[in-house]
C-alpha cells in the first residue's frame, strides 16, 4: 500500500470513507443571506444534520459555507469568524473525524482548518479556473508557504485539479495535471467530480484516472446518489456527498433523514 493510501485511511478510519456535507446557510454579508438565519440557528441546523450522519454511521463530515455563493476567491473576516464560530459550536457534538472547505478561498480553508481542529480540506490549490465565479488563480507555493507559516501542516490537502463550474486555462489533459501535481505538492488527495454540485464526473474517466493513479487516494466530490454510489466507490477511496441527501434533493435545505438513510445502506452495502 502506497503512503498516501495508509495515510487516508488512518486519517478516516476506515477505506472508503462517506463524507456527509453540513452546509452552511448564507453567512451574513452575502446576496443570499436572511437576518432570521441568526448563529445560533445555523448551529442548531448543522448539529441536526451531524446527528443524522452519527446516527446512521457516516465515516466522516465536512463543513462548507455552501450558502455563500457566488463564492469568492477571497473571503472577508466576517466570514471566516462566523464559519469558525458555527464549526466549533457544531464539532464540539461530533464523535467522527471532520473537515472543512470556505469556498473558494485556500487560504482561509487551511486557517480554519487549523482552528477548529479539522484534519483535512477540499480546495483548489493549483492552476487558473474562468467560468461562473469569475476567474480563479491559485499560487500552490504561495499556499503551502502559509500552511507551514501558521503550524498547519497536519491539515490534510485534497484538491481538485478540473474546473468546478467553468472552465480550466491549462490545456494539459487532467491526468498529466496530477502527475505533475503529486510530484511537486504536499497533497494528501484529489477530488473529481462533476461539472456543478449533484452532478458526477463521467463515469469512463473516473474510472480511467483511478487505474491510472492506483496509489493516490481519490474522492469522489459530487454527484453519487443512491443508484450510482455502488458503481462508483469500487473506483475511488471515499465520496463526499451533499445534494442527493437533502431535503426534496435540492442542495441548500438541510438532510434528509430517509435519503441519507438509503444512500448511506447503499453505500455500505
Known sequence: MSR???????????????????????LPGTPYYEKENSLEKQIERLNHDAAIFMKLGFDAVVFANEGDRPYLNT????IVA??????????????????????????????????IGAKFIRTYVSNSYTGSFGPQS?????????????????????????????????????????EAGFGVMPIS?????????????????FISI???????????????????????????DGVIVGTSIKRDGYLYNEVDYDRAKEFIEAAKG
Open 138 to 178: 491559485y499560487c500552490p507555493g504561495d499556499i503551502f508557504r502559509y500552511r507551514r507559516q501558521i503550524d498547519a501542516e497536519d491539515v490534510h490537502v485534497y484538491t481538485y485539479f478540473e474546473a468546478h463550474g467553468g472552465t480550466c486555462l491549462d490545456s494539459r489533459t487532467t491526468e498529466e495535471q496530477i
Open 4 to 26: 498516501l493510501l495508509e495515510e487516508h485511511r488512518k486519517l478516516f478510519r476506515t477505506e472508503k470513507p462517506v463524507i456527509g456535507c453540513l452546509h452552511m446557510m448564507a
Open 210 to 236: 483511478k487505474k491510472q493513479f492506483p496509489d493516490i487516494p481519490l474522492i469522489l466530490g459530487s454527484g453519487s446518489n443512491k443508484n450510482n454510489i455502488r458503481t462508483l466507490l469500487n473506483y475511488s
Open 82 to 115: 462566523d464559519y469558525t464560530r458555527i464549526a466549533t459550536e457544531v464539532a464540539r457534538n461530533l464523535t467522527i473525524p471532520y473537515g472543512c472547505g470556505v469556498l473558494i478561498d485556500p487560504y482561509a480553508s487551511i486557517a480554519v482548518a487549523h482552528a
Open 189 to 205: 488527495g484529489m477530488l473529481i467530480g462533476g461539472p456543478h454540485a449533484g452532478l458526477p464526473p463521467e463515469e469512463g474517466h
Open 75 to 78: 473571503v472577508g473576516p466576517e
